[in-house]
């Protein structure tokens, strides 16, 4: 979910994991998925994940 409440889905099965943008400002962190680019998005709290 986008922090505008627009939601992406990636994939047609059902989401396992939701990750909630709080801030457009996290999009650059997850431009080039890493587990160090997400868990610095979720420290920074400008993501909240789901499941």
């Known amino acids: 979910m986008l922090w505008d409440g627009r ?3 990636l994939g ?3 989401p396992r994991v939701t990750i ?4 457009k400002s996290a999009l650059p962190l997850l431009l080039f ?5 997400l868990g610095e998005a ?3 709290q400008k ?3 789901e499941g």
């Open 7 to 9: 939601e992406l889905r």
């Open 20 to 23: 909630k943008l709080r801030d």
């Open 33 to 37: 998925p890493s587990l160090i680019n």
């Open 42 to 44: 979720y420290i920074q």
């Open 12 to 14: 047609l099965q059902q």
């Open 47 to 49: 993501i909240d994940i």
